[in-house]
């Protein structure tokens, strides 16, 4: 493996250069930092040969950190023990509450850079030029498990950017998936009690196949569409680096002459998309809770950085208005045939957190954040999302000042009256805390003044299609059609990626124990496709029920390949992980030929071998990377194996190594071998094909999946 990256000094403290009191002032007129006030949490001033002295939360250095104060040596413990009571007091209260969605993620630091720069479209200061960059803070999440739930359930992942512009904060809170499940926000806590562990039972944990969700889905027809996302190998994700993230509502664009068009924010990552097999998923989450997590940070600490391009569906509101959904619907994607994504950035995530609690928990994303040129739709779901995610930040870090928290201040100046609260970290000087003020005739500050030529000002025509002086609850005419795009989306996979949707609802719903919401789930599934339906039925073994009857008759829409992981496959061996099993004997040579080829093609190589202390291979020793039960292939994109006959034969004995080959075949990997290891291969049902190859053809094997193994394997009818 390569050396930690250290980021220099510089480089870490990018983000705290704007902690209240971390030198520069940003914030000079209104709130004055108290400079001085402001000591670091690491001290810096009370060295002794280069460690620090151990003290409590006020400076007083501590004499003894093992033994609390007693009255005598075995006598009951003195409640003049500050030490002992802060420190408990203080473990106590650790822990903040989870995220009510989203609970578990992942975040890293990275830069954003300008590609295209388009000001003819928008004013927002990343797009004016080419090579603008900026900060940005990136959270990518499961939402239904709780904050120590596994990362590979099927789910869908969040995909939230905080961009730290030169004109304040911008988060783009999106998903992996395009479209959203419920087309109002007022459906939302609905969607998520339904989804969430069940009330009274406490579970299933980080699962939508249970009762509740499938009631949900069965009884709202709009859920089918991002269900059909979810249920398809977009739902398991290989790696959090290999997604794609979707801003998902239609934003607004406009530009410096107050002209707007409509937008859909897109992420695509460099290394392609790559998702799991469901058995892997599954046992992954044995072999490796944190699959995702740690390949996020592993990849960022040895200098493999992950990266997006930034793109944007951009047209008008007379090409809105011609198709045959509403653009202001969450339910509805626009196909990159019809619109194409325009590249005009790419995000690079270089550094990992130092802190994951300061870091990644606190960070508070809301999509009410938005820079002049970025505004909002009439969609009824962002609509409601503005309200949400300000309210929420409230209860889960428990003061209005969140914005403080280094992790959300802006690195752009902020001066405003506002004041106080629980928390505060600002010493603001002065006595202007209001305006208008006069102060400053009097040579006083008199604190910031609003700047209407270069302020947020609202896209005011509301030309939405909508008449604003009628109070109504209602849903659009146009938001009626629930069917036609999950059609589109299942006709537009391959033959595996569709048996793979089928798989999964069968799955799930045969973890459904009321026989009426599966047949319900069963009679909307007829509207999406025919076939899908009947597949579904045979593996529950249930007669099809009547169709349910749609609000609007779907209609057929022209295949996307945009829509299929596999038909946009990368055949590369960047990011990608080769598991290299060895034993005693090993011929090194070939073990440091296959290490080379991966290393050289931007992957990384993993040796796994019985004991993994230290082993003598031919041509010299090795330590192994992983012992073979803790290693199960799930964990590698492809696995190779050096070994001497001898050592083959034994291993034959090892049901971990026997496992490792067969999984490796079952889920369609390459099996690059020796001729050695022929016998283990036999062992493992390990047939021979266009993936399973000799070690000389590796290198142009690859580490893609072989699809066309499938059908040996499972039944794909
Ligand atoms: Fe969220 N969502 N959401 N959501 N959401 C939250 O905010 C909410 C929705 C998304 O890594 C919460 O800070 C409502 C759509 C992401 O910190 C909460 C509605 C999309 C994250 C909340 C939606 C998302 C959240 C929980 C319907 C994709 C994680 C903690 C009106 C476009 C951000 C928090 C992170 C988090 C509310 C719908 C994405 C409770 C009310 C649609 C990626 O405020």
């Known amino acids: 493996m390569a050396d930690r990256k250290t980021p220099s000094p510089a480089h870490r403290n990018s983000l705290h250069d704007h902690a209240p009191g971390a030198g520069k002032t940003p914030t000079t007129d209104t709130l004055g930092t108290g400079g001085e ?33 007693k009255a005598g040596a075995r006598g009951p413990t003195l409640l003049e023990d500050f030490i002992l009571r802060e420190k408990i007091f203080h473990f106590d209260h650790e822990r903040i509450p989870e995220r009510i969605v989203h609970a578990r993620g992942s975040g890293a630091h990275g830069v954003f850079e300008c590609t295209k720069p388009i000001p003819h479209l928008t004013q927002a200061s990343l797009f004016q030029k080419m090579g603008n960059t900026c900060p940005v803070f990136v959270r990518l999440s499961t939402v239904v498990g709780g904050a120590g739930s ?41 969607l998520v009690h339904s989804v969430k562990m069940e009330a009274d039972r406490g579970y299933p944990q980080a699962a939508s196949a249970h009762d509740t969700f499938w009631d949900f889905v069965g009884l709202m027809p709009e859920s089918l569409h991002t269900v059909i996302w979810a249920m398809s190998d977009r739902g398991i994700p290989r790696s959090l680096r290999m997604i794609e993230g979707f801003g998902v509502h239609t934003f607004r664009f406009v530009n410096a002459q107050g002209r707007s068009h409509f937008v859909k924010f897109h992420w695509k990552p460099v290394l392609g998309l790559q998702s799991l097999i469901w058995d892997e998923a599954v046992k992954i989450a044995g072999a490796d809770n944190d699959f995702h997590r740690r390949d996020l940070f592993e990849s960022i600490d040895q200098g493999h950085y992950p990266a997006w391009d930034f793109g944007v569906q951009v047209f008008d509101e007379d090409w809105a208005a011609r198709q045959p959904y509403d653009v202001l619907d969450a339910t509805k994607l626009i196909p990159e045939e019809e619109i194409p994504v325009e590249i005009i950035g790419r995000m690079t995530l270089n550094r990992n957190v130092d802190n994951f609690f300061a870091e990644t928990e606190q960070v508070a994303f809301m999509p009410s954040n938005v820079i002049p040129g970025i505004d909002f739709t009439n969609d009824p779901l962002l609509q409601g999302r503005l309200f949400s995610y300000l309210d929420t930040q409230k209860s889960r870090l428990g003061t209005t000042n969140f914005h403080q928290i280094p992790v959300n201040a802006p690195k752009c100046p902020f001066h405003n009256f506002q004041r106080d609260g629980m928390m505060q970290t600002l010493v603001p000087t002065g006595r202007a805390n209001y305006e208008p003020n006069s102060l400053a005739e009097a040579g006083e500050s008199g604190g910031p ?59 799930e719903l045969s973890k459904v124990q009321l026989e009426h919401v599966r047949k319900r789930v069963l009679s909307q599934l ?21 169709k349910a009857k749609p609000a609007k008759e779907p209609v057929d829409l022209p295949v996307s390949d945009k829509l299929s992981i596999q038909k946009q496959a990368l055949d590369t061996m960047a990011g990608r992980k080769l598991g290299i099993l060895v034993a005693e004997g090993s011929d090194l040579t070939q073990v440091n030929r296959l290490r080379d080829i991966v290393l050289h093609a931007g992957g990384t190589p993993f040796l796994v071998a019985p004991r993994v202390g230290g082993i003598t291979l031919k041509g010299g020793d090795i330590k192994a990377d992983g012992q073979l039960a803790g290693s199960p292939s799930v964990l590698f994109d492809a696995v190779a194996s050096v070994l001497t006959p001898d050592m083959a034969e034994k291993l034959t004995h090892d049901s971990a190594a026997v496992e490792w080959f067969m999984t490796a075949y079952a889920h369609c990997k390459t ?25 000389d053809a590796f290198a142009a094997t690859g580490m893609i999946r072989h699809w066309e193994r499938e059908p040996k394997l499972r039944d794909l009818a």
């Open 37 to 69: 006030l402001h000591q670091s949490v690491q001290g810096g001033h009370d060295h002794a040969d280069g460690v620090a002295h151990l003290t409590d939360n006020f400076g007083h250095r501590i004499a003894d950190n093992e033994n609390s104060l």
């Open 150 to 190: 596994v990362d590979t359930p099927r789910d869908v992942r969040g995909f939230a950017v905080k961009f730290y512009t030169e004109t304040g904060n911008w988060d783009l809170v999106g998903n992996n998936i395009p479209v959203f499940f419920i087309q109002d926000a007022i459906k939302f806590p609905d």
């Open 449 to 507: 003044r609003a700047c209407p030529t270069t302020g947020f000002t609202t896209f005011a025509p509301n030309t939405e299609r909508n008449d604003p002086s009628e109070k109504l609850r209602v849903r659009p005419e146009s938001f009626a059609d629930h069917y036609s795009q999950p059609r589109l989306f299942y006709r537009s996979q391959t033959r595996n990626e569709r048996a793979h949707i089928a798989s999964a609802f069968v799955f």
């Open 526 to 546: 007829r509207n999406v496709d025919e076939t899908l339906a009947q597949r579904v039925a045979a593996g529950l073994a249930m007669d099809l029920p009547e």
């Open 671 to 695: 099996i690059a071998h020796c001729k050695g290891t022929q016998i283990l291969l036999d062992k493992a049902g390990v047939e021979k094909d266009a993936g399973v190859v000799p070690l």
